[in-house]
């Protein structure tokens, strides 16, 4: 098997392992009955934090290819992307469903008198179509709407930073690094700061290129006679 091959396995099968590691472990002290002494709210934020740290995964593999070209990383953007929404979905269902068991005056007050309710919930609407459309069938049907509807993904991501603060209230650290990640990953994708990160891979390129023909250079050279020996030839 050639190594892209393995690689390229290797980072399927481990990106599938470690995004459902976290619900694993949900399910196992959910079992084990070791959740909080509030169990609802513990698996709403643990659903709720592992949708953002895949999101933000998710929205890293473009400027990692644009600053390595490591083409096996580019498949896993899809995968997270998709993982996030279903960490998403079930942070959304028990919300609904375990926190204000389906009843539709509870979740109207909820969501339209908590801000944080209503920011998350319009956080997930903007994913919604995004995981729907994420098949190669649909970015044959969009051709280049695909990509421009694919960008509200920062959309969403900024959504559910203001969600994760609002809720949190007090201690807001952890959501303003996790603000200021997806702040410098967004400033990445702007034309001029790509095209910067290109030009200094191709230096980088070029330098080792250079550096490595002359290195061979030097190793191909004939070595000097020693002063006063004569060649065989003579």
Same mark, same amino acid.
């Given at each position: 098997? $050639? *190594?892209?091959? *393995?690689?390229?396995?290797?980072?399927?099968?481990?990106?599938?392992?470690?995004? !459902?590691? +976290?619900?694993?472990? &949900?399910?196992? !002290?959910?079992?084990?009955?070791?959740?909080?002494?509030? +169990?609802?709210?513990? &698996?709403?934020?643990? /659903?709720?934090? /592992?949708?953002?740290? =895949? *999101?933000? =995964?998710?929205?890293?593999?473009? +400027? *990692?290819?644009?600053?390595?070209?490591?083409?096996?990383?580019?498949? !896993?953007?899809?995968?997270?992307?998709l993982y996030a929404f279903l960490y998403a979905t079930l942070h959304f !269902? #028990?919300? #609904?469903?375990?926190?204000?068991?389906?009843?539709?005056?509870?979740?109207?007050?909820? #969501?339209?008198?908590k801000r944080y309710a209503l920011v998350g919930f319009a956080a997930f609407?903007?994913?919604?179509?995004?995981?729907?459309?994420?098949?190669?069938? %649909?970015?044959?049907?969009?051709?280049?709407? %695909?990509?421009?509807?694919?960008? %509200?993904?920062?959309?969403?991501?900024?959504?559910? &930073?203001?969600?994760?603060? %609002?809720l949190v209230k007090s201690d807001i650290r952890v959501p303003l690094l996790?603000?200021? &990640?997806?702040? #410098?990953?967004?400033?990445?994708?702007?034309?001029?700061?790509?095209?910067?990160?290109?030009?200094?891979?191709?230096?980088?390129?070029?330098?080792?290129?250079?550096?490595?023909?002359?290195?061979?250079?030097?190793?191909?050279? +004939?070595?000097?006679?020693?002063?006063? $020996?004569?060649?065989?030839?003579?």
């Open positions: 098997m $050639r *190594l892209d091959g *393995l690689m390229t396995r290797w980072l399927r099968w481990g990106t599938h392992s470690a995004a !459902l590691a +976290p619900l694993a472990v &949900i399910l196992f !002290l959910a079992w084990q009955g070791r959740l909080t002494a509030n +169990p609802i709210q513990d &698996i709403t934020l643990r /659903t709720g934090q /592992t949708a953002l740290v =895949l *999101l933000v =995964l998710s929205l890293s593999i473009t +400027p *990692l290819y644009t600053a390595f070209t490591i083409k096996e990383l580019l498949p !896993l953007r899809r995968r997270l992307g !269902l #028990i919300f #609904i469903g375990l926190d204000y068991g389906f009843d539709p005056k509870l979740l109207k007050e909820a #969501i339209f008198e609407l903007v994913m919604l179509p995004l995981a729907l459309t994420s098949t190669k069938g %649909w970015m044959r049907r969009l051709g280049k709407r %695909w990509k421009a509807l694919h960008r %509200w993904v920062y959309v969403a991501a900024l959504l559910v &930073i203001v969600h994760y603060v %609002w996790y603000g200021a &990640i997806v702040g #410098i990953l967004l400033a990445l994708r702007i034309p001029a700061v790509t095209q910067r990160v290109r030009q200094f891979r191709q230096a980088r390129r070029g330098g080792r290129a250079s550096g490595a023909a002359t290195a061979a250079g030097r190793r191909a050279a +004939p070595k000097s006679q020693p002063p006063g $020996r004569e060649s065989a030839a003579d």
